[in-house]
């Protein structure tokens, strides 16, 4: 996504809208896919020296969940989207980097294909599945570092 910073008014901004091929936001390399283009509405404009932009992202995105490894679709939305950068020099300014970055910490990290609550996620577990509460510190230690733990504790007849 560039901008021409020549199509900026001074002292206002330029309203940018419209889709751009999603390839280059590198998806494949947080583990989802494309699945349409990147949709876009945004406000730029100069600022002391620098580039800032205001809006909104959107991208449909291929996913494997987690549970019930089926694909689906969710779109990630960045609504605010907001940057501010230098300009790096030269009339056309690249967002691509900075656009990508949005959209790359909006993926979750353990997709599931319930998150957005509009299904049911297929996946059953076994009943006997662990319900309980994980074990504290202390209770899950082996019991070979007991003899260790006793060196931390200063014994109880006052000797040093």
Not at 29 to 42: I, K, R
Not at 60 to 80: G, K, Y
Not at 90 to 119: S, Y
Not at 130 to 155: F, G, H, V, Y
């Amino acid at each position: 996504m560039k901008v021409h910073l020549a199509q900026i008014p001074q002292g206002e901004t330029l309203h940018l809208e419209g889709e751009e091929d999603a390839a280059p936001l590198e998806l494949e390399a947080a583990g989802a896919m494309p699945a349409g283009p990147l949709e876009y509405s945004l406000h730029v404009g100069l600022s002391d020296g620098g580039l800032f932009a205001t809006g909104r992202l959107a991208v449909p995105v291929r996913m494997t969940c987690v549970s019930c490894l089926e694909p689906f679709e969710r779109e990630v939305v960045s609504d605010p989207f907001a940057l501010q950068m230098e300009l790096p020099g030269g009339e056309l300014v690249d967002l691509t980097p900075e656009v990508r970055e949005d959209i790359h910490l909006l993926l979750p990290a353990h997709p599931k294909c319930d998150q957005g609550g509009d299904k049911t996620c297929p996946a059953r577990f076994p009943s006997g599945a662990r319900t309980s509460p994980m074990p504290t510190e202390k209770a899950a230690r082996p019991a070979i570092w007991q003899a260790l733990d006793q060196l931390n504790t200063p014994p109880s007849d006052g000797s040093p």
